[in-house]
């Protein structure tokens, strides 16, 4: 069973599901809208549990059960990218790789010089390497002296991973994962060639637009711009002189993205602040306030993805996220960025809707997560292995922060001159017979 805890800037969504056959079977969700949030950053922690706890219970009246561990995402805002490495001395070369090796391997690679306010969300394994022989996915079972791992480290603001922590349990929960929404999302919203080959992913949420470049099945860069669907709802309350929830509403009834595939004809009545009547207004003028606002989430967007030269990615762009469920977005999202663009929505019955993507998304992620990748987060999480055999005591790492980030182990002294001894009198033995 897992369970998916998306923490919105507007709502906060769980999602339980479980797994069969490897189809993923979704069986309760939970919504509420968000409180103690702001710019998809908590800012009240006690605001933001009660929404949580009032999501969870929602989910768990629907699903049957109760819910005590989650997955939950970090935002990207702040997100830093750095590459990693790990190495130790396996110990003795007639032994093969264990699970404690990967672990210690792991913990060796996120020793590093961070800044006081940073910490480590995630760490992303690109291959294994035992005595000089890339290109591992899996080194356990295999005969070796020397293990390295290369990989990334995500980082994030530490305050943002506590107060999402905290949230959390003062809702009563335990996090069982923690988990990039980018990276998770990308997983989900994009096919095996899309990542392999380079593509844009933008996130549309309702208080923040997350630009994510995933290539060669890495995240290689994010950018959060600070707007999201809750300025376009903003606009149509000031310039429609109506309420917050109407403007809502509105957008969510008639609104289009593109003003060219807007009527003028089609007429819907709006509640307007100090009127006693109704005032009808056309379905063209709403296009218009809410393409403004989306044009310039776009222009900032692509100004930023035109320095890394993501736009020239083969992948094209995928969006995802509540505001695309406007229509005509693709439509004004090409015209913008003039690449290929097309649109996520997830298949799962109930949920076809694309401001659920990030909820599954973290579910898929746990349920993908293999035994390396739970050796690497039990290191990453500091929780030791349980199969711990009893290899070889190692030096532990003298300077915590070396340039390539290694930790290697060193036999001791002993061991070595104990290994000597017969080998000497092998020796002594050759020399008396070849005399």
């Given at each position: 069973m897992y369970v998916g805890l998306?923490?919105?800037t507007t709502s906060i969504k769980v999602i339980v599901a479980e797994y069969v056959k490897g189809q993923m079977n979704v069986i309760g969700v939970g919504s509420k809208r968000s409180e103690g949030l702001s710019r998809g950053v908590i800012v009240d922690i006690d605001k933001a549990a009660s929404a949580i706890r009032e999501a969870v219970q929602d989910a768990e009246k629907k699903a049957n059960i109760e819910i005590h561990d989650v997955i939950a995402g970090?935002?990207?805002n702040m997100l830093e990218i750095e590459k990693c490495q790990g190495m130790i001395a396996v110990g003795d070369?007639?032994?093969e790789i264990t699970d404690q090796d990967v672990h210690d391997v792991a913990a060796a690679a996120l020793v590093r010089n961070l800044p006081p306010e940073r910490e480590i969300v995630t760490l992303v394994p690109d291959e294994f390497v035992v005595d000089g022989f890339d290109g591992i996915?899996?080194?356990r079972g295999m005969i070796g002296v020397r293990l390295e791992?290369?990989?990334?480290?995500f980082t994030a603001p530490k305050t943002v991973i506590h107060n999402t922590r905290k949230c959390i349990e003062k809702a009563g929960l335990n996090v069982k994962t923690l988990v990039v929404n980018p990276w998770a999302l990308g997983q989900l919203a994009l096919t095996d060639g899309e990542q392999d080959f380079g593509t844009i992913l933008l996130d549309l949420g309702g208080g923040q637009s997350t630009a994510a470049v995933i290539h060669d099945h890495k995240l290689k860069y994010t950018y959060v711009d600070q707007e999201g669907g809750e300025y376009i709802t903003k606009d149509i309350s000031v310039v429609l002189n109506t309420s917050f929830e109407s403007a809502e509403t509105i957008k969510r009834d008639y609104g289009l993205a593109s003003a060219d595939q807007a009527s003028e004809e089609e007429q819907f009545p709006v509640e307007v602040v100090g009127q006693t009547q109704p005032v009808s207004v056309s379905e063209k003028y709403l296009a218009e306030i809410i393409e403004a606002r989306l044009t310039q989430i776009f222009n900032r967007l692509k100004e930023r993805l035109e320095k890394t030269n993501a736009l020239d990615l083969p992948g094209g762009i995928v969006m995802t996220g509540g505001v695309t469920a406007l229509p005509g977005i693709t439509d004004l999202a090409h015209q913008i960025f003039d690449r290929s663009v097309k649109l996520y929505i997830p298949g799962q019955m109930g949920l076809r809707h694309p401001s659920f993507t990030?909820?599954?998304s973290l579910i898929q992620y746990a349920a993908n997560m293999n035994d390396i990748d739970q050796l690497i987060q039990d290191a990453l999480t500091g929780k030791s292995h349980p199969n711990k055999p009893t290899p070889e005591k190692v030096q532990p790492q003298q300077q915590p922060a070396q340039a390539a980030n290694e930790a290697e182990p060193v036999e001791s002294t002993e061991k070595e001159e104990n290994s000597k001894k017969p080998l000497d009198?092998?020796?002594k033995f050759l020399g008396n017979f070849f005399e």
């Open positions: 998306d923490i919105g970090i935002p990207a070369e007639s032994r996915r899996d080194p791992l290369h990989g990334q480290v990030q909820g599954l009198s092998i020796r």
